[in-house]
């Protein structure tokens, strides 16, 4: 049991019903300045503001004094590929070079370079090193997860990444989505047969992938030389019958119609969206599916951002996530994503703060564990430095102002 008090802050507090903040809602952060906040097994119990602190209801707590520090719930980053078997800094040298990523990816290197990396890992290997990772990334602040497969690419390799995760979601402090993601790419050995790997994804891959239940959601990379929107279609529906949602990455480098079938087929989110046609904004509308913004991406590959802007103009949510792979995006630092999003998408500190706290957990349906300060919900709560407002988050971009992180309650030493 521990009572923080003098917190300079307590930021995102919220009641049970909000789950997701849209449009102009998502430049309001409440708070409460000078507060406390109790917590108990693990959970939230109660918080105010330090002027009526009740007396003596909470003896034999711990005491944490917070005098000049803000408390925040942690980031929920709901896209990322944590679990890979090795970086690809020479692609990196590349770039620098000249080349582009889809030139890159176009020559065997890319995802199909991961892939044939993953293939010669133990699953053992793979798992510790992508627990170190994992305990790196809460020590930064992140709260909960998303992980996808993806750089397996046959059965045997599709199910040793998401086994992977499942043993990550067994020992981790923090709540794990997995993400079956079989078409990322079409592997070598189906080179020219897209067709034919679309059929193995639905026919082979998703009944094993839920026969062992390795899985929540469904994942497809629908882009032009990946997986056209029929096939992302198919694919989708498959796993919507098997009790897998999509979270779809589209619309990266081209936009193809691939939202409104995500939209269609009741996808929970879709994500990357850096080139939008004026009907996607109009389809997301009114539906069920979150935009998830990746802006670590776009700055690694210099592409284009999202028009978060735009989609917050619509009155749509925003989600940011990290995308941690190593092709696109070789860092998971939530901390800054907020700051590229306002540096670099005009996103203001508390619209950010929103969108990679309550809107990530809608994006990843954990909204009633994570996300916001709500009695109940997990005490996974970022400590900041000594800062006189939440806006020296973002804005001391690549030094993460935190104090320390709590899990569940206790103080997280990686
Ligand atoms: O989200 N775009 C597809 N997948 C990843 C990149 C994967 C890779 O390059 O290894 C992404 O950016
Ligand atoms: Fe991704």
């Keep these: 049991m521990k009572l923080f008090l003098g917190i300079e802050k307590l930021a995102q507090i919220r009641n049970s019903e909000v789950e997701i903040v849209c449009g102009g809602e998502m430049n309001d952060l409440p708070s409460i300045d000078n507060a406390w906040l109790a917590v108990r097994d693990g959970l939230i119990e109660a918080f105010g503001a330090m002027e009526e602190l009740p007396q003596n209801r909470f003896q034999g707590y711990e005491k944490i004094d917070c005098l000049g520090k803000m408390i925040l719930p942690t980031w929920v980053d709901s896209h990322t590929h944590l679990v890979f078997a090795d970086w690809r800094a020479e692609e990196f040298e590349d770039r620098i070079k000249g080349l582009s990523y889809e030139e890159i990816a176009n020559r065997g290197g890319g995802i199909l370079n991961s892939a044939k990396k993953l293939q010669d890992k133990s699953e053992d290997e793979l798992f510790h090193e992508s627990l170190k990772r994992l305990n790196d990334l809460i020590a930064l ?8 497969s993806g750089y397996g690419l046959t059965l045997e390799s599709e ?3 998401l086994r992977v995760i499942k043993r990550l979601k067994s020992i981790s402090p923090i709540p794990i989505k997995a993400t079956f993601l079989g078409a990322h ?3 070598a050995s189906f080179a020219g047969d897209t067709e034919r790997y679309v059929q193995h994804i639905i026919h082979d891959m998703i009944p094993a992938v839920i026969s062992e239940n390795l899985a929540d959601y469904i994942d497809v990379f629908c882009e ?14 498959a796993g919507v019958e098997n009790g897998l949602r999509p979270k779809i990455h589209v619309n990266q480098f081209n936009a193809i119609g691939g939202i409104k079938a995500c939209v269609e087929n009741k996808a929970l989110s879709v994500d990357h969206l850096e080139v939008m046609s004026e009907e996607d904004f109009t389809v997301i509308k009114g539906s069920q599916t979150i935009p998830v913004a990746l802006p670590s991406c776009s700055f690694f590959l210099s592409i284009p951002y999202t028009p978060v802007r735009e989609l917050i103009k619509h009155g749509l949510p925003v989600t940011l996530a990290t995308d941690y792979n190593p092709g696109s995006t070789p860092s998971g630092n939530m901390n800054f994503v907020v700051s590229l999003a306002c540096i670099k998408m005009n996103m203001t500190p508390d619209e950010a703060i929103n969108a990679a706290t309550i809107n990530g957990a809608a994006a990843m349906e954990l909204s009633s564990e994570l996300g916001s300060i709500t009695i109940g919900k997990r005490a996974n709560l ?13 804005y001391q971009f690549g030094t993460p102002m935190i104090d320390s992180v709590f899990i569940n309650g206790e103080k997280f030493i990686a």
């Design 141 to 148: 602040g992140t709260g909960g997860i998303e992980i996808k």
């Design 159 to 161: 199910l040793k990444m």
């Design 382 to 394: 970022i400590i900041t430095n000594k800062i006189k407002s939440l806006a020296e988050i973002p």
């Design 185 to 187: 790419a079409v592997p």
């Design 224 to 237: 032009k030389g990946y997986f056209s929107v029929d096939q992302t279609v198919r694919i989708m529906k």
